[in-house]
């Protein structure tokens, strides 16, 4: 089977970035098939970044590579790492992006990117990107043990993870705005209770209307729904909810329940 690696950054697609990522790849690996997530997780978006790779990565077949780029701290002491669950590898920065993934599909175990030889020969300090994560992605696909990196790691950074919805009033963040201007929070269907009818409160409105699909509503009509990742959204039809509600990534708004 032809090897998969998947990039998720916040790099955008104005500059040469991305590109250059995959051309290490290639260079390495010319039989990659290379899957592009998303370039458009917020600058420095942790969160954001986290929550795409948990809902995206899913959709891939066993043995894929996922590597994740949003790395506020680029060129610091945080460690580098590569993660091995039970169907995937991850590499990326070691600042909490791989926590909700882990909380889906625990870690078979993590190692260390320390090895110099599975890096380019010079590495910058502000695009490990390129210099580092590429590399082992490609190396790891052309199937060099993860062990070969570096030391276990048995403590990877997690970020907090959101307390399941109670009865009452719940402060939730906004964890993605797609294109469309849908507002996802973090709020899982798994998570709330059975028969639970949701409302939100934001910017001093009160969205109360649940909807199955985005045409189940009037235009301009802000209403919840739960999108395809599982999650709850506040959707406009015809227009954008994060327009409408002054929303952006990182936002709390007050679940009722």
């Not at 590898?89 to 909490?96: E, H, K, M, Q, Y």
Request: charged fraction near 20%; include cysteine; aromatic fraction near 6%.
């Amino acid at each position: 089977m032809t090897p998969i690696v998947t990039l998720t950054t916040d790099f955008g697609n104005a500059d040469g970035y991305v590109g250059q990522m995959k051309g290490v790849l290639l260079s390495l690996c010319p039989d990659l098939r290379i899957v592009d997530l998303s370039h458009d997780v917020p600058a420095q978006g942790v969160q954001a970044g986290a929550f795409l790779l948990e809902t995206a990565s899913a959709a891939f077949p066993p043995g894929t590579i996922h590597v994740a780029v949003v790395d506020p701290g680029v060129g610091t002491a945080r460690r580098r790492l590569v993660v091995r669950t039970e169907r995937h590898s991850f590499v990326l920065p070691d600042n909490g992006l791989v926590s909700r993934v882990l909380d889906r599909e625990p870690a078979h175990a993590a190692w260390a990117l320390d090895a110099a030889h599975y890096r380019r020969d010079t590495v910058s300090a502000t695009f490990e990107g390129r210099d580092v994560f590429a590399p082992a992605a490609a190396w790891l696909a052309r199937g060099v043990s993860p062990e070969r990196f570096g030391p276990e790691v048995r403590d990877p950074v997690r970020l907090p993870p959101s307390p399941p919805p109670s009865p009452g009033e719940n402060a939730v963040p906004v964890v993605w705005v797609d294109r469309f201007g849908n507002v996802v929070l973090d709020v899982a269907r798994i998570a709330l209770p059975e028969g639970a009818a949701p409302r939100v409160r934001a910017a001093q409105r009160t969205v109360d209307r649940i909807a199955r699909t985005y045409g189940d509503s009037a235009p301009g009509e802000p209403v919840l729904l739960f999108g395809s990742s599982g999650y709850l959204e506040i959707a406009v039809r015809e227009g954008r909810a994060d327009h409408a509600l002054g929303l952006s990534v990182g936002d709390r708004v007050t679940l009722l329940l």
